[in-house]
T-cell receptor
């Protein structure tokens, strides 16, 4: 089955630090990757959609200069939280979607990154 | 914005019992999907039902879709302690990228 690897699984760092999270599709080419944020006991909030080789599309209310997304290859997307502050602490999850050859392709999710800013 | 409403928010049952979770949505959809999330982990895709389908089965899972009421239900039969997790419905409105809108989720606890 399709596997998405997300790294690191947990980050604890000081306020003002920039943090990079990687999302890799291990056994398929992901033409589209998604980044979500999830608060405790809540649902997933889509932050942005990224397509390989093009700029990410951000959801309303998400600061693109704060959350930098790069999708440089068909198997890798990165989310960088710049100058992170305690309010950025959250669970960040990526997902990847394989190129469709006719049949609908579901999103495959990474295991998430727990970000804690002190 | 999140359009999905799920009920119940939490469900606690004994092993062997059936668990039913409901999901409602507001806009037109291309398909509806159910995902499972174990605590502190990512989501696992369970089942997809298209807008022109009314019922779908996969193992111990049964999903129904009523587009006239904009609602879906997920039934897990003969539940096991290992089914303990959060369950989310997600709707695909038919955008070219397959963007999903997630419901609020149901926390299922199955007691052994």
């Amino acid at each position: 089955g399709a596997v998405v690897s997300q790294h690191p699984s947990r980050v604890i760092c000081k306020s003002g630090t920039s943090v990079k999270i990687e999302c890799r599709s291990l056994d398929f080419q992901a033409t589209t990757m998604f980044w979500y944020r999830q608060f405790p006991k809540q649902s997933l909030m889509l932050m942005a959609t990224s397509n390989e080789g093009s700029k990410a599309t951000y959801e309303q209310g998400v600061e693109k200069d704060k959350f930098l997304i790069n999708h440089a290859s068909l198997t890798l997307s990165t989310l960088t939280v710049t100058s992170a502050h305690p309010e950025d602490s959250s669970f960040y999850i990526c997902s990847a979607r394989e190129r469709s050859t006719g049949e609908y392709q579901p999103q495959h999710f990474g295991d998430g990154t727990r970000l804690s800013i002190l | 914005s999140q359009q999905g409403e799920e009920d119940p928010q939490a469900l606690s049952i004994q092993e062997g019992e059936n668990a039913t979770m409901n999901c409602s949505y507001k806009t037109s959809i291309n398909n509806l999907q159910w995902y499972r999330q174990n605590s502190g982990r990512g989501l696992v895709h369970l089942i997809l039902i298209r807008s022109n389908e009314r019922e779908k089965h996969s193992g111990r899972l049964r999903v129904t879709l009523d587009t006239s009421k904009k609602s879906s239900s997920l039934l897990i039969t003969a539940s096991r302690a290992a089914d303990t997790a959060s369950y989310f419905c997600a709707t695909d409105g038919g955008t070219s990228y397959g963007k999903l809108t997630f419901g609020q989720g149901t926390i299922l606890t199955v007691h052994p």
